[in-house]
């Protein structure tokens, strides 16, 4: 991912550093555990404990000679540790160092991005608290609808982020799986126990059952999960962007000082932000689909899965950890005119209570196909004309039948469709 969309510390966890480091602690503890079933020496898991180490520059030296990267690295290392290095990956291949790295950093990657959605989450809350009662128009077809709140509109969001925060959890734990197998997964120069010594020090469970590498499944649903979470932030994005349109302008992005909008418009103040969230999660959703085809290999393992993580596993995790950061920010200082959003409810001069009406008309005798009839009748009449919903019905007999003025002038009231928010805000925050 370019530096552009790049945070630090996720970044740092698909630097070369992190990633060799990595394969070194897998080296280490499996040495380890042969020395302590007395197959190698307990030297040898001594020398490469303290004397192992690498310089990034001279594995891709000797990469570019032998084309492999592990043997690069193994070369690297034995280098430092001197004869006892011929004791150092014994009994496995390449997956076996290759798949738990990448579990590692994958499951440290989830811990960031969790931490993305704590962080969202809270300024969600504190946002649907503090415009709890706010009322706005509820859009359906992008049509105004009827009443909701500004506050309920931020708690759905948070209900949401809370479900992808426990699926991402779910996610982290199916990912985070260690395999010290051997050739096509058979142990059959390493022992299970090794598997299980390098599991518990990684941090990770074992692979129950691997043909050579980690079965991609996994991985699949770690990144579908990821590509769920993004298109949460991308629902969100959008609803601001709507709502920030110069013919809405219910809420807008925070502008900052000295921050321009158009290089040849000095009025604009464009939502970029979210904009920019949106595209972030076009990026996140492109690895689902390779990650799923990746699913099906040749027998006990093919390479054609590696290229593309090497390039997906990176920049998907990275660019949702920015998105989510972004998102987090947006949200806090989002700017919210309460005043606009009562405008807007005006604007069709009654309609959207027509519902209310017609549920009146029904319980006052009359058939909801003649309610319905005389209720579009009178909001036609509004919609092509102007003018208010409210005056058009007094001045119907049909309704006035059943209806008088007073009962009328009640079904008007924004107060009908606040009435339980108090209710969904314990549900969601309770």
Same mark, same amino acid.
């Given at each position: 991912m370019i530096p552009r969309y790049s945070r !630090? #510390? =996720? %970044? %740092?966890?698909? #630097?070369p550093k992190n990633k060799f480091q990595i394969w070194l602690d897998i080296e280490i503890h499996a040495t380890q555990a042969l020395a302590n079933k007395g197959e190698v020496p307990q030297q040898a898991a001594e020398d490469l404990a303290q004397k192992g180490k690498f310089e990034i520059e001279r594995i891709d030296e000797i990469e570019l000679e032998v084309k492999h990267d592990v043997i690069a690295f193994l070369t690297n290392v034995a280098e430092h540790v001197g004869p006892n290095a011929r004791f150092v990956h014994q009994g496995l291949t390449s997956?076996? =160092?290759l798949d738990t790295c990448l579990a590692v950093q994958l499951s440290q990657s989830a !811990?960031?991005?969790i931490s993305d959605l704590d962080k969202l989450l809270e300024v969600l809350k504190k946002r649907a608290i503090q415009h709890k009662y706010d009322v706005c128009i509820g859009? %359906?077809?992008g049509i105004h609808a009827e009443p909701t709140t500004f506050g309920?509109?931020?708690a759905q969001t948070y209900a949401e982020f809370d479900r992808a925060r426990t699926r991402l959890i779910n996610a982290r734990a199916e990912i985070s799986t260690c395999a010290i197998s051997g050739a096509v997964g058979t142990f059959a120069n390493i022992d299970p126990s090794v598997e299980s010594y390098v599991a518990e020090k990684m941090g990770l469970k074992i692979e129950p059952v691997s043909s050579q590498i980690i079965p991609r499944d996994r991985h699949a649903f770690f990144f579908s999960t990821l590509g769920v979470i993004s298109g949460s932030a991308e629902r969100i994005a959008t609803e601001i962007r709507h709502l920030q349109r110069t013919e809405v302008r219910e809420v807008e992005e925070f502008f900052e000082v000295g921050q321009k909008g158009s290089s040849a418009m000095p009025h604009k103040r464009n939502p970029i932000l979210t904009e920019n969230i949106t595209g972030l999660a076009r990026v996140v959703r492109a690895a689902v689909i390779p990650a799923i085809e990746n699913i099906s290999l040749w027998h006990e393992r093919d390479i054609s899965h590696s290229a593309v993580e090497r =390039? $997906? /596993?990176?920049? /998907?995790? =990275?660019a949702l950890d920015f998105a989510l950061y972004r998102l987090a920010v947006v949200i806090d200082k989002l700017i919210v005119h309460p005043k606009r959003m009562l405008e807007n409810i005006n604007i069709l001069g009654g309609l959207i $209570? %027509?519902?209310g009406v017609l549920l009146a008309l029904t319980k006052g005798g009359m058939s909801r196909e003649d309610s319905y009839k005389i209720v579009q009748e009178? /909001?036609?009449t509004v919609w092509e004309n102007g003018g208010s919903l409210l005056e058009s019905l007094q001045k119907d007999k049909r309704i006035l039948k059943i209806l008088n003025k007073e009962s009328l002038i009640s079904i008007f009231d924004l107060k009908t469709h606040t009435k339980h928010v108090d209710t969904i805000f314990e549900r969601v925050f309770d």
């Open positions: !630090n #510390e =996720i %970044s %740092s966890v698909w #630097e997956s076996d =160092i !811990n960031i991005l859009r %359906s077809h309920l509109k931020l =390039i $997906f /596993a990176p920049d /998907a995790t =990275i $209570f %027509s519902q009178c /909001a036609g």
